[in-house]
């Protein structure tokens, strides 16, 4: 099966061994993973601001750029969820419409193609910690994946996964949020980090880069002493 890694701007800036521990898992899987190196960022920032005509001309490079992939596959629900969302952006524009809905059809998030796709719910990992999961909005409300990172979680050998207080709660993120509401997204990112000391978890795991950028700042300005750790990277830990 041939995928074609979306790499995201957070995981190709900051997260880098996110995206490497993506394609080892995938080929561990047995896919043949390409990088379309013409791709870019999706324009979730600009069309979440209200940009939607800058959107559009990025939006069409990046339908151009994976218009020969098989399948695209992103360690980031909230990345995904916004090439899904490119045909509405264009819905006055036919041609471009179908085309974006194409691409839309065959974008999954991370652990969506591995359960939804490839079938599998166990990745022979093996992490003797005890963890909590960290629900991002984007991934769970827009894209609708909720499920498959806990039947991938619950089959990692050793791993213990602590229940979330108020794990539907926003971690105070949200893109351009956390810029222009500072104080708000603070407090939001503060009450976060109390309720997953309060599980008591040594990692906190999480499904999107923004979000563990966002929390794992707090925790590591507050001295906390939790790692944070994407899911690729928990998925892709060597049995022992």
């Known amino acids: 099966m041939k995928v ?3 790499i995201t701007c957070l995981a190709d800036i900051f997260y880098s061994n996110v995206g490497k521990h993506t394609v080892e898992l995938l080929e561990k899987l047995g896919c043949e993973v390409d990088f379309p190196e013409q791709q870019t960022c999706c324009g979730q920032p600009a069309y979440n601001s209200g940009y939607h005509k800058e959107t559009k001309e990025v939006a069409k490079h990046m339908i151009r ?16 969820a ?16 179908q085309r974006a809905l194409q691409l839309a059809s065959k974008s999954y998030e991370l652990t969506q193609f591995i359960v939804e796709v490839l079938n599998v719910e166990k990745v022979n990992a093996s992490l003797p910690v005890c963890a909590t999961y960290h629900k991002s909005c984007h991934m769970t409300r827009l894209l609708g994946v909720e499920d498959a990172p806990a039947k991938l979680l619950d089959n990692v050998e050793g791993l213990q996964v602590k229940p979330l207080p108020n794990s539907q709660n926003c971690c105070g993120f949200g ?55 994407h899911i690729a ?6 049995v022992k």
Not at 82 to 97: A, C, S
Request: with cysteine; charged share 25%.
């Open 4 to 6: 074609s890694l979306f």
């Open 65 to 80: 750029s994976f218009e020969k992939s098989d399948y695209v596959v992103g360690p980031s629900g909230s990345c995904i």
């Open 82 to 97: 916004m090439l899904r969302e490119y045909g509405h952006l264009f819905e006055n524009e036919p041609e471009w419409k």
């Open 175 to 229: 893109g351009t949020f956390s810029v222009k509401m500072v104080p708000i997204s603070e407090q939001m990112v503060d009450e976060k980090v109390q309720h997953i000391e309060e599980t008591g978890a040594e990692v906190l795991i999480g499904a999107d880069c923004g979000c563990l950028m966002n929390i794992g700042g707090r925790i590591n300005r507050k001295g906390k002493q939790i790692k944070v750790m």
């Open 233 to 238: 990277e928990v998925l892709n830990s060597e």
